[in-house]
């Protein structure tokens, strides 16, 4: 449901969704007057973008892909010195894990995946498929990280019922 303003009287109408750019006459003063679209908001785009499903498989466990939308990609770098920093206060570092730059490497990956998300949720696309991730040290003095994401952007079609997906 959506809530305009009459252009005429402007008072205050509620419409239903679905009836966007139709005409109907104002319940107040009987003009004709269009529906007008509603507006997407940030939040309409947030829960668009979370319900995208993100597989590295190149289909979905019993849905079926109705469309190729395209390849959606994010790069996300991580501004100089971030690695750099990182290994000066990690001098005595020997061996084994290297738990602050496996966070960096992982909000990085993070972030380029909301990108790829967001893309998705902006081509009305329901789903990403084959996703590939690839993390790349580069700049002088390797001070970068750069994430690359790539995936591609598909619209499923309805679920089958009786099935789980
Ligand atoms: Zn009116």
Redesign the pocket.
């Known amino acids: 449901m959506s809530i305009f303003r ?6 205050s ?1 509620k419409a239903p969704d679905g009836i966007e750019g139709q005409l109907v006459d ?6 004709a ?1 269009e529906v007008p679209q509603r507006k997407i908001t940030e939040a309409d785009r947030a829960i668009a973008a979370s319900k995208i499903i993100v597989t590295t498989t190149g289909f979905i466990e019993n849905r079926q892909t109705e469309k190729y939308v395209g390849i959606v990609s994010a790069e996300v770098v991580y501004g100089a010195n971030v690695l750099r920093d990182f290994m000066a206060t990690t001098r005595d570092f020997v061996g084994g894990r290297v738990p602050q730059y496996e966070t960096v490497v992982r909000d990085a990956r993070q972030e380029a995946i909301q990108i790829l998300r967001e893309k998705a949720a902006r081509l009305e696309a329901d789903a990403l498929l084959g996703l590939s991730v690839d993390c790349e040290v580069l700049g002088q003095q390797n001070g970068m990280l750069m994430i690359t994401a790539l995936a591609t952007a598909v619209k499923l079609t309805e679920k089958i019922p009786n099935q789980s997906a």
């Open positions: 009459c252009p005429f009287c402007s008072t109408i104002c319940p107040a003063c009987n003009q007057i």
